[in-house]
């Protein structure tokens, strides 16, 4: 997991570095943290760990990465040009909803309410995921959202 870690904030911090602004560039880079962060989210959902560890664990490892690499890219589109960015949007839909299915399962095993039921906002997920990988002119990955 530390590995995972890792990678998230190496691309986190490329992201948020000062750089003249380059759609496609900036896009993949966010695009690798959302990545990163599903893989996260899967392997912390997949672990045996109590629920406040587990939640501090998403916050770390999904919602703030996620969040971080979205702020980043937003304040880039500003600075360079909302048109430029717009083919790779999906790139930033992808991230507010990867960030916002760990929410709900962060504020769950915080003591919320019940389970959540994320099958819509996956599906979502995935769907923007692809789209985004279509605009960089990625394969398709295979991430697949699912907490059990």
């Known amino acids: 997991m530390h590995a995972v870690r890792s990678c998230i904030l190496a691309a986190a911090l490329a992201l948020a ?3 003249a602004a380059e759609p496609a560039d900036d896009s993949r ?18 672990q045996e760990l109590p629920a406040g560890a587990m939640a501090d664990m998403l916050a770390e490892t999904v919602s703030r990465p996620a969040a971080a690499a979205d702020s980043a890219w937003m304040a880039r589109m500003v600075d360079g040009g909302p048109d430029a960015y717009l083919p790779f949007f999906p790139c930033r ?7 916002g299915i760990a ?7 915080r003591g919320g309410s019940g389970r959540p039921d994320v ?3 996956a599906s979502t997920f995935r769907d923007e ?10 394969p398709a990955s295979t991430v ?5």
């Open 144 to 148: 697949a959202i699912e907490a059990r």
């Open 129 to 138: 995921l692809a789209r985004c990988e279509a605009a960089l002119g990625l």
């Open 103 to 109: 929410a709900k399962f962060i504020g769950f095993l």
């Open 119 to 121: 099958q819509e906002d």
């Open 93 to 99: 839909q992808a991230a507010v909803e990867l960030d």
């Open 17 to 19: 570095s000062p750089a």
């Open 29 to 46: 880079q966010l695009y690798d943290v959302v990545l990163a962060s599903a893989a996260a989210f899967v392997a912390t959902m997949a």
